[in-house]
């Protein structure tokens, strides 16, 4: 039978002098695995290349004193955990509470007892290895929260995929749609994060959250006939209000899937409120300014931020793109009809940020452009075109 063997508590032991380090080490050496060091430099050498469990430190020091060494370890974050008992004939006051001040566990002044001692490094140092033992639980359960977290990222991920993807099979719209468009969200988001009436919302998980479920604008036209959705000519009225209700479609399909995922969710860890912001951002994004849009007719604020965001991004995006009923405009076009809208059919403020991010906007188009291969496989999945800013 194998056996265990406990492995020592490891202390550096930091004098000038050989008979005080000799006497030291000698008291430690049966108990513990003992390291020492007769100058400041190589202390704090062995303190971080060692990483021992407790270092006992004169003060009185040539070139470099024990108080010096004592602060440098506390600066360094490889060694500040690590903690320092004082080991001196300084037997004043304020020598002692200077030391302590400087983060040292202890103060031991000479001559040694070695009960004394030996008591006070046992007690210390079974202090340092249960506050060790919390950090590693800590650590281990911050790893095992991130990995869950990934996970449920990922699952979402996957989710969201295959949901655009559902949705993209039965509509004019090309995957590198859902690609630009999730960027361009996230562009402006990004640029709006430290704007009055959006710092306070679009922090960098939000932003995150935004770009992930961007894709999912439109996933309530699954739900629409195809009769209506495949048209290829203009919608009648009775059509056009069947054909608004997706971003309804769209909310309750979220909602169902919240149902669904919600203790799994809430035990994995994810992201803040991400099927609260999908859920705005799918059922708002044809919401307009000034109350005209649908299918709630919000006006102004009342639209979530998520949903000005999409708003811009999805209407710059169907203006430049070809569909079989139009050609595509060029981006000085769009850009024309994106600002003449600044007020009515979007939020002001992120117009003019549209026109400062002009070129990313144009960068983000040309990296995801569509295929004549995206086009084509398309061809056949043609809905009506009710106005430039309706698309």
């Excluded at 640029?191 to 932003?207: C, F, I, R, T, W």
């Excluded at 909602?255 to 203790?263: E, I, L, P, T, Y």
């Excluded at 604020?301 to 430049?320: C, E, G």
């Excluded at 000085?332 to 002001?348: C, D, L, N, R």
Aim: aromatic letters at 6%; hydrophobic letters at 40%.
């Amino acid at each position: 039978m194998d056996t265990f063997f406990p492995v020592k508590n490891s202390i550096l032991v930091v004098d000038d002098e050989i008979t005080n380090l000799s006497l030291v080490a000698g008291l430690l050496r049966d108990h513990y695995q003992v390291k020492v060091a007769k100058d400041a430099e190589r202390a704090l050498e062995l303190a971080q290349n060692e990483q021992p469990d407790l270092i006992l430190l004169d003060v009185m020091m040539p070139v470099t004193d024990g108080y010096e060494v004592c602060r440098r370890l506390k600066a360094d974050s490889m060694t500040q955990h690590i903690p320092v008992i004082f080991l001196t004939s300084q037997t004043d006051t304020e020598n002692e509470e200077l030391g302590l001040s400087l983060g040292a566990v202890d103060y031991i002044t000479r001559p040694i007892r070695p009960g004394i001692l030996l008591s006070r490094v046992r007690a210390h140092l079974s202090e340092a290895n249960s506050v060790r033992a919390m950090r590693v639980n800590n650590e281990y359960l911050e790893f095992e929260v991130s990995k869950r977290a990934k996970q449920l990222t990922a699952m979402q991920d996957v989710t969201i995929l295959a949901m655009a993807s559902l949705s993209e099979t039965r509509d004019t719209d090309t995957g590198n749609h859902l690609r630009r468009t999730q960027n361009y969200v996230r562009v402006l988001a990004q640029h709006m994060q430290s704007k009055p009436g959006y710092a306070d919302y679009l922090n960098d998980e939000v932003v995150n959250v935004l770009y992930r479920c961007a894709p999912l604008h439109d996933i309530g036209k699954v739900g629409i006939p195809d009769r209506i959705l495949l048209k290829a000519g203009k919608y009648t009225a009775e059509e056009y209000e069947l054909m608004k209700r997706h971003p309804t479609l769209g909310r309750d399909a979220l909602q169902s899937a919240q149902r669904v995922a919600g203790s799994a969710a809430s035990q994995l860890g994810g992201p803040a409120d991400f099927f609260e912001i999908a859920k705005e951002l799918v059922h708002s994004h044809h919401e307009k300014w000034d109350g005209s849009g649908y299918p709630q007719g919000l006006r102004g604020t009342q639209i979530p931020i998520s949903a000005r965001l999409m708003a811009i991004a999805d209407v710059y995006d169907a203006l430049i793109s070809p569909r079989v009923y139009k050609p595509a405009m060029p981006h000085a076009k769009a850009a024309q009809i994106i600002v003449e809208g600044s007020g009515t059919f979007f939020a002001p403020e992120l117009v003019d940020a549209f026109l400062e991010l002009q070129h990313a906007f144009q960068s983000i188009a040309n990296r995801y452009a569509d295929s004549a291969d995206d086009l084509a496989g398309k061809v056949d999945f043609a809905i009506s075109a009710i106005g430039p800013i309706a698309l």
